[in-house]
């Protein structure tokens, strides 16, 4: 092997790397999942002589890659312009300033519901609400949470330190529970997603927290910075 021939395959390595960070903000990361198990089965089949299932499995890929081409057109799209512009430098994780923001909430007595995303992308439930993309601070949290405003009522997005949207719609948990909707809503986000969920009872005042369809009991703020400290 020449040295051309591994600088050709360092150079392709660095261009799947970047494709693949680009796609892992959107929804279409969990079809490129099944997409590398697609190709792998029908690499497998062409191996073994498996003649009948290659032959789906090829013509499926014809069909397939049109109809990607339509439903994934924004996705596209965005592809396209994030490349053009490049990839905006990451801050550092604020979590005091949304831990700031909770316990005035809290204090206050107006209900919130806030979603940290993690590997599973929120894009979808983020276009049910408002897209921000605004720099996270206490006091843009405790504006979009205050009792009357239009967004107060659904629920935040935080994307990688940042408020990506507001006023979202989360799926509600079908467990029997005896709290209110924002509970349930944090509760159904945490069964379909890896997200960390917080939610802070209007009525109460009191903060849990939603993970792997399970909510916490109410917990202290120490109790909450170290949790958010571990998202860092």
């Known amino acids: 092997m020449t040295w051309r021939d591994g600088l050709d395959i360092l150079l392709v390595a660095l261009l799947l790397y970047s494709l693949w960070r680009l796609l ?3 929804r279409a990361v969990n ?3 099944g997409l590398l198990v697609f190709l792998l089965v029908w690499f497998l089949a062409g191996l073994l002589g498996l003649r009948t299932l290659s032959w789906i499995l090829g013509n499926a890929a014809t069909l397939g890659a049109f109809a990607l081409v ?3 057109q924004p996705e596209l799209r965005g ?9 905006p430098r990451q801050e550092r994780w604020p979590y005091l300033e949304l831990l700031r923001a909770v316990r005035r909430l ?3 007595g107006h209900g919130a519901l806030i979603a940290l ?3 599973t992308p929120l894009g979808d439930f983020a276009a049910t609400g408002e897209v921000l993309e ?3 601070s206490s006091r843009l949290l405790e504006t979009l949470f205050f009792p009357g405003t239009p967004l107060h009522d659904g629920g935040v997005i935080l994307r990688e330190g940042r408020v990506l949207a507001a006023g979202c ?3 509600l948990s079908e467990k029997e529970v005896d709290l209110g909707t924002r509970h349930r809503a944090a509760l159904g986000l945490s069964e379909v997603s890896d997200a960390l969920v917080i939610v802070v009872s209007e009525e109460r005042g009191t903060v849990r927290v939603a993970e792997g369809g399970r909510l916490s009991p109410p917990l202290d703020l120490e109790a909450l910075r170290q949790i958010l400290k571990e998202e860092e």
């Open 79 to 87: 592809l396209l312009e994030r490349l053009g512009r490049g990839q």
């Open 70 to 72: 339509v439903v994934f």
């Open 169 to 171: 719609v989360f799926p």
């Open 24 to 26: 892992a903000d959107t």
């Open 117 to 119: 995303e993690r590997r």
């Open 134 to 136: 605004a720099r996270l």
């Open 31 to 33: 079809l490129v999942r």
């Open 106 to 108: 809290a204090e206050r």
